[in-house]
């Protein structure tokens, strides 16, 4: 690799992790219905059956990550690209208009490059990031986040990933990965809340509506434009990340 392209890459990597951490320390931690679930707010018994839940996954990807970096050295750039952008996006809350907040995920990208399991490793790793430094989620909640961000959404996407392969053009089915991954999130966090919270007159799917309304009018329009994002991020590394991207079966002619 020559110098110049190894400066590139290097710029890559280190001012989405600043930008993340400027951005994350002008706001602080929202409400506890914030697409982060803050510390303290689940339940003894919620928190520890999703760290429980999540336990699986993260020695799998763990699995996944050593033997990439093992079989794959040249792909820790873009390992390291992926997962900051995860921190960037997912850094970056947006008030909604019931006082709460929502924001990007970023980790559609990364389910494209790596797959899901990889990105269970990398959604956590900026998870636990922002909880130490920034208060923006939490160490009890940690299983919680990382089921919805790191883990259950990039799983749903991966599925649409591979399901669209091939049938549709691929910037179509880059944005709609990253569009799914933005919402399977958002739905599965608002599920862990509502299981946690039940109202006490509809049960769970009238705390479910509840949640759901709260980050509905900001999400979706992050979704889009998460999507967006993710195709111009995709189609910049298709030129500048030729060799990388040809070895992991995503270049295209």
Do not use: C
């Amino acid at each position: 690799m020559t110098f110049h392209k190894r400066l590139r890459w290097s710029m890559l990597l280190v001012l989405p992790l600043l930008l993340g951490v400027r951005i994350a320390w002008a706001y602080p931690a929202a409400a506890p219905s914030s697409m982060h679930i803050m510390e303290g707010f689940l339940p003894l018994g919620w928190a520890v059956f999703w760290w429980l839940v999540a336990l699986p996954f993260w020695i799998i990807g763990f699995i996944k990550v050593k033997k990439l970096l093992t079989e794959k050295p040249e792909q820790r750039l873009l390992l390291g690209l992926a997962g900051g952008f995860i921190f960037v996006l997912s850094a970056l809350k947006i008030p909604s208009v019931t006082g709460s907040s929502s924001h990007p995920t970023g980790t559609g990208l990364g389910t494209i490059l790596f797959g899901p399991f990889v990105v269970g490793i990398l959604g956590t790793i900026a998870l636990i990031f922002q909880a130490l430094l920034v208060a923006h989620g939490g160490i009890s909640t940690l299983g919680a986040n990382a089921m919805s961000m790191a883990i259950g959404g990039p799983l749903i996407a991966y599925g649409v990933w591979r399901l669209l392969r091939g049938k549709a053009p691929s910037y179509v089915n880059v944005f709609v990965t990253a569009f799914v991954a933005d919402l399977a999130t958002y739905v599965i966090t608002t599920s862990q809340l509502a299981l946690a919270f039940p109202d006490p007159v509809s049960g769970f799917m009238g705390s479910w509506l509840t949640f759901a309304g709260i980050f509905a009018v900001t999400q979706i329009p992050l979704a889009v434009a998460e999507g967006i994002l993710t195709v111009l991020i995709f189609n910049a590394l298709q030129t500048s990340a030729t060799a990388e991207m040809q070895a992991l079966g995503l270049q295209e002619a």
